[in-house]
Structures are given as C-alpha cells and as structure tokens.
Nanobody, 129 residues
Framework: QVQLAQSGGGLVQAGGSLILSCTASGLRTKDYAMGWFRQSAGKEREGIACTNWSGRVTHYVDSVKGRFTISKDNDKNTLTLQMTSLQPEDTAMYYC??????????????????????WGQGTQVTVST
C-alpha cells in the first residue's frame, strides 16, 4: 500500500520561498528515483526536478534551474523541493512521484503523465504579485 503524502504548499509573494515535502509510506525511497512535477491552469503536467535513488544526481528544467533544489532523505523516506525566487509563472499544482531506476532520470522527468509512477496527491502553490 503505497502512499506519497505531500505538504508545504500555499500562497507566497513573488520573490519568496517555499519548501514542499513528500513523505513516502509503503515503499523505500532508496529503491526509487523520484521527482517533482507541476501542472498550471490550462497547461500539461511537466517534470521540473528529478533525482536518482540516492539523491546525488539531479535534473532540472531550465525554468527552475538555479531557483529550485530537489533533495532526498532516504533515512526519513522523504523527498523535498526547496523553492526560492518564486514567480507568478511558478503557480501550479505540484506533485511528487516515485518511479523505477531502469533509465536515466531525464527519461522519467520527460514523462509526466505516466500512470505507472506512484503519485502524491498534489499541493497547490500560488505566487502573487
């Protein structure tokens, strides 16, 4: 019984910061590559940050590179997204996901609607001007 429980979303002013958390149960995060995905109103879901099983290899889309940081704590079975310098275009529903390690993490990040992934319930991030 796999569950990815998300927390940390909310409303923030442009230029501000938020930290999103994803706590896994029913799986060991050390056995999975994981990532953060988001979906803005009227747009398709996109992978924005992914990491390998250890958390030591990361991938970011250009739009968040340098502003967002993905990390894992496999001892706590958690995945974290640190977001800084938030802008209105970051407004979206954010989802964490866990997937296998067969391919490079870029492969999984480029497939944001794969139902074979384990998905969190999503959390809303709204950035105001």
């Amino acid at each position: 019984q796999v569950q990815l429980a998300q927390s940390g979303g909310g409303l923030v002013q442009a230029g501000g910061s938020l930290i999103l958390s994803c706590t896994a149960s029913g799986l060991r995060t050390k056995d999975y590559a994981m990532g953060w995905f988001r979906q803005s109103a009227g747009k398709e879901r996109e992978g924005i940050a992914c990491t390998n099983w250890s958390g030591r290899v990361t991938h970011y889309v250009d739009s968040v590179k340098g502003r967002f940081t993905i990390s894992k704590d496999n001892d706590k079975n958690t995945l974290t997204l640190q977001m800084t310098s938030l802008q209105p275009e970051d407004t979206a529903m954010y989802y964490c996901a866990a997937f296998d390690t067969t391919y490079a993490i870029t492969y999984y990040c480029a497939r944001p609607v794969d139902d074979s992934y384990h998905w969190g319930q999503g959390t809303q991030v709204t950035v105001s001007t």
